[in-house]
């Protein structure tokens, strides 16, 4: 039979290292105790610990997609077309993992919600900094929807720098120009602090690509942004039904009509013209 009672202590040649002056490596590189530390919910409701946890796991996928993309977009801006499809193909696995975890909050009930909706009082993710700078990336450029971080310099900081550069497609567009596409003069030199509108001659660039060979890596390009539209798509209609099914009509933490106000959010298209092109090739 087997002594359970006498586990080695010392560790072999084979076992991980154990002894550390002060803190792992592990926790030195990962900040794990400084993570754990930063769950600090206002009840002792069950159910606000998954919707706090959901939260910062969200944050942390949109820094990724906001890097990824920021990545994509300098390797463009440089001509690097691999480059660029190697983050946009990051960001394409980061996005569903960011779609994947709303499940520990999707389906709770109005009930479950008012169990602990009042202890975070005004708080709402229409208040996310990160969300922001991703919808800026995306072309949804809004100098009014920054109010929030007015009072956080560095924040509004950073939405600033956002909103006066290219978006993601706005950068796309320049390097198809450059490839030799006819994307015409008044789109490359639009007001960037616009929020993106759709246009015919950007169609008629995607349906040149979409309609000529198939294994073209500006198409390659073009799937990969219909990936990343969709996959946002999506994350704002699972939104949207996670908050009809906890609160209904009720107006939002934030100040909004609620489900309605998201409801007008979550119809804006995204890279539009990729989606119009497949109605002509
Ligand atoms: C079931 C839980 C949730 C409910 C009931 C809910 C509800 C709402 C509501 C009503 C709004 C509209 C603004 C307002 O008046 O507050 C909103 C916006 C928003 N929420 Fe949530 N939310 C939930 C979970 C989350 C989570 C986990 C995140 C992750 C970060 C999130 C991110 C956002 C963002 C980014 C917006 C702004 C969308 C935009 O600007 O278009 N929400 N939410």
Not at 49 to 73: D, I, K
Not at 84 to 106: F, G, K, Q, V, Y
Not at 194 to 221: F, M, N, S
Request: net charge negative; with cysteine.
């Amino acid at each position: 039979m087997t002594d359970t009672t006498s586990l080695p202590c010392d560790p072999g040649p084979d076992d991980p290292l154990v002894n550390f002056q002060g803190k792992t490596p592990y926790d030195d590189y990962v900040h794990a105790s400084v993570l754990s530390s930063l769950q600090q919910p206002l009840t002792n409701d069950p159910n606000e610990m998954p919707f706090l946890v959901t939260t910062q796991v969200m944050e942390l996928w949109l820094t990724l997609l906001v890097h990824e993309w920021r990545a994509a977009q300098d390797a463009l801006v440089k001509d690097d077309h691999e480059c660029a499809m190697e983050a946009l193909r990051r960001s394409i696995t980061a996005h569903h993992a960011l779609n994947d975890s709303i499940r520990p909050i999707a389906r709770m009930t109005p009930a479950q919600f008012n169990g602990f909706r009042e202890a975070f009082g005004a708080a709402s993710g229409f208040q996310s900094a990160k969300y922001r700078q991703m919808e800026f990336l995306l072309g949804h450029k809004s100098r009014s929807l920054m109010n929030p971080q007015r009072a956080d310099p560095t924040a509004y900081a950073e939405l600033e720098e956002l909103l006066n550069q290219p978006s993601l497609y706005d950068s796309t567009l320049a390097y198809l120009h450059r490839r030799g596409l006819p994307v015409p003069e008044h789109v490359l030199e639009r007001d960037v602090t616009a929020p993106y509108e759709a246009d015919p001659d950007v169609e008629e660039v995607w349906r040149q690509i979409y309609a000529g060979p198939q294994k073209d890596p500006l198409l390659d390009l073009g799937e990969a942004l219909t990936d990343i539209a969709e996959l946002v798509l999506r994350w704002r209609g699972d939104h949207l039904l996670a908050t009809r099914r906890a609160m209904g009509a009720k107006s939002g933490s934030g100040g909004s009509s609620g489900v309605a106000w998201l409801e007008d959010r979550a119809a804006r298209s995204v890279f539009p013209e990729l989606w119009t092109v497949r109605g002509r090739v």
